[in-house]
């Protein structure tokens, strides 16, 4: 069983910064943490930002320049927000895959407001 968790959300002002862990645990040998997703309310789940096959990273236009995804092994993950916006308001999720599965966290609320 694979478990996500996710931390480091909150209540920002606009032009704050805030950083997001996520970090897999299980018995699974290759569980691969691979993005950050968000929803805000009444919208779809969406891709932040992630790591592609090759190792590179994709950010979502809107993000560009201001987040930052690291890591420091296959199974944490870090998101870096600089300069959030109110549009940046949203549930984060980070998902994993293994093998032909995939599961998500329980998600953090990220609130930009002031």
């Known amino acids: 069983q694979v478990q996500l968790v996710e931390s480091g959300g909150g209540l920002v002002q606009p032009g704050g910064s805030l950083r997001l862990s996520c970090a897999a645990s299980g018995s699974i040998f290759s569980i691969y943490v691979e993005g950050w997703y968000r929803q805000a309310p009444g919208k779809q789940r969406e891709l932040v930002a992630a790591f592609t096959s090759d190792g590179t990273t994709i950010y979502a236009d809107s993000v560009k320049g201001r987040f930052t995804i690291s890591r420091d092994n296959a199974k944490t993950v870090y998101l870096q927000m600089n300069s959030l916006k109110p549009e940046d308001t949203a549930v984060y999720y980070c998902?994993?895959?293994?093998?032909?599965?995939?599961?998500w966290g329980q998600g953090t609320q990220v609130t930009v407001s002031s």
């Open positions: 998902h994993a895959v293994f093998g032909y599965s995939d599961t």
